[in-house]
């Protein structure tokens, strides 16, 4: 039985240029980049490379990119590094209910550790508001995280208009940063930090078609963050630990090819067409999040009366992967803090199913999911139908 992938907010296959890239570096580039030998040198060489292409991908300067092993790693050293190296008194912090749990449980410590938080709230269509936002700014504040894009409803936030909020506190005199975990939005929507105006934002290579255990921070210049973990002066300071010069250069290679060959318009046309049909052949579908904008490949939907696992299983059965969001939270029956806090009751958001597109998906594999889904959801509610009869028999 062919397979078919549609859990790309989970994570992406690795795409074959960015396995030839990373290959040749195992080979050629296996030395220290700390080292003052040749092969050191070399190792060092390609990883600058690498932070010179995703630097220029996000619109930011190399020095401001520093390489972590992923996007939780990249959100904990943003979020501590920056509140602890803080010394103003009395500190606080503002976040959402919607964030991944890698920001959220930096925060679980930073409040384990005496700092204030805030989890401000989410409207219903998952949007963050701004106004709420500035609403809890405190003379304390040091740090706001805002995630650019949400991993399981695809929603986008007004970024650029919550960073200028702080911005403009920031030039009032308050030392206050802007934070956001832009690990489901790089490669899915056009990224440049300037332009968002944020002076933290964390990243992901394997969200796009490169291997696990690669990510970056970027640090503005004249950022105070500090390391949170001990060791060599590795990455100015920020990250300790010999790098990961075959990682770093997939991931150049990864965005490279996002660069070369965006794949947004793409995704959006195969996604819509695939909602639409979903929404004209199913009873009483709902698309978590419409119509705020959403990244273009993410499809989270709400089947009244279908458990959400249960149609996770079924198309498994059928050959495809899709997932009931978090990738974290799936195999476990808590429903979603992020269809919760958008208020839906518990029974509802178990009722939901994210489908996630990627580079590699064509329009008859879109039709396929859409036509699994259509038979599945039907089967579903006709077996839900007959074990109701019969418990009233
Ligand atoms: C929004 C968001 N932030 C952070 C992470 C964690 O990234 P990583 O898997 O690279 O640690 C994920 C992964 O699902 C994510 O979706």
Same mark, same amino acid.
């Given at each position: ?13 690795v795409a074959?240029e960015v396995i030839e890239a990373i290959s040749e570096a195992l080979r050629s580039g296996f030395g220290n980049a700390s080292s003052i030998h040749a092969e050191g040198q070399n190792a060092r060489q390609l990883l600058e490379r690498a932070r010179r292409q995703i630097a220029a991908y996000v619109?930011a300067s190399a020095a401001e990119i520093v390489f972590t092993s992923g996007g939780t790693e990249s959100?904990n050293l943003a979020?501590l590094g ?11 912090? *503002? ?13 679980? %410590? ?26 809890? *700014? ?16 695809? *929603?986008? $936030? ?15 005199? %308050? ?27 964390s990243m992901s290579a394997h969200?796009?078609?490169a291997p696990k255990g690669i990510g970056a921070l970027y640090v503005r210049k004249?950022v105070?963050l500090r390391g949170i973990q001990f060791g060599g002066r590795h990455e100015r300071a920020r990250r300790a630990g010999t790098e990961n010069v075959p990682g770093a250069v997939a991931f150049g290679r990864a965005v490279e090819l ?10 959006? %046309? ?41 149609? *996770? ?51 008859? $594999? ?11 959801? $039907? ?15």
């Amino acid at each position: 039985m062919s397979r078919f992938y549609f859990d790309h907010n989970a994570t992406t296959p690795v795409a074959p240029e960015v396995i030839e890239a990373i290959s040749e570096a195992l080979r050629s580039g296996f030395g220290n980049a700390s080292s003052i030998h040749a092969e050191g040198q070399n190792a060092r060489q390609l990883l600058e490379r690498a932070r010179r292409q995703i630097a220029a991908y996000v619109g930011a300067s190399a020095a401001e990119i520093v390489f972590t092993s992923g996007g939780t790693e990249s959100d904990n050293l943003a979020i501590l590094g920056l509140a602890r190296n803080s010394r103003a008194p009395g500190k606080h912090v *503002i976040t959402t209910a919607i964030e991944h749990p890698a920001v959220l449980e930096s925060c679980r %410590q930073l409040e384990n550790e005496g700092t204030a938080v805030t989890y401000a709230p989410v409207g219903p269509n998952g949007a963050v508001v701004p106004d709420e936002i500035r609403r809890h *700014i405190r003379p304390e504040t040091v740090l706001v995280s805002v995630m650019h894009a949400n991993n399981e409803t695809g *929603i986008v $936030q007004p970024l650029a208009e919550i960073a200028a909020i702080v911005r403009d506190v920031r030039e009032s005199g %308050q030392k206050i940063y802007m934070h956001s975990d832009g690990v489901q939005a790089l490669g899915k929507v056009p990224v440049n930090v300037a332009t968002l105006g944020v002076d933290l934002y964390s990243m992901s290579a394997h969200k796009m078609n490169a291997p696990k255990g690669i990510g970056a921070l970027y640090v503005r210049k004249d950022v105070p963050l500090r390391g949170i973990q001990f060791g060599g002066r590795h990455e100015r300071a920020r990250r300790a630990g010999t790098e990961n010069v075959p990682g770093a250069v997939a991931f150049g290679r990864a965005v490279e090819l996002a660069s070369a060959e965006p794949i947004w318009r793409k995704l959006a %046309q195969m996604r819509d067409r695939f909602e639409q049909r979903i929404l004209d052949a199913t009873h009483g579908t709902e698309i978590n999040g419409a119509p705020a904008f959403r990244l273009p490949n993410t499809s989270n939907l709400y089947f009244p009366g279908v458990d959400g696992e249960a149609l *996770i299983i079924a198309l498994d059965l059928k050959g495809f992967a899709v997932s009931s969001g978090a990738a974290c939270s799936s195999g476990s029956v808590e429903p979603s803090h992020v269809l919760l806090a958008m208020g839906r009751p518990k029974r509802e958001a178990r009722q939901c199913v994210r489908f996630s597109l990627g580079r590699y998906n064509t329009e008859e $594999q879109v039709d396929a999911l859409a036509d699994a889904v259509i038979a599945s959801v $039907q089967q579903l509610r006709g077996a839900n139908r007959k074990e109701r009869l019969e418990q009233h028999a």
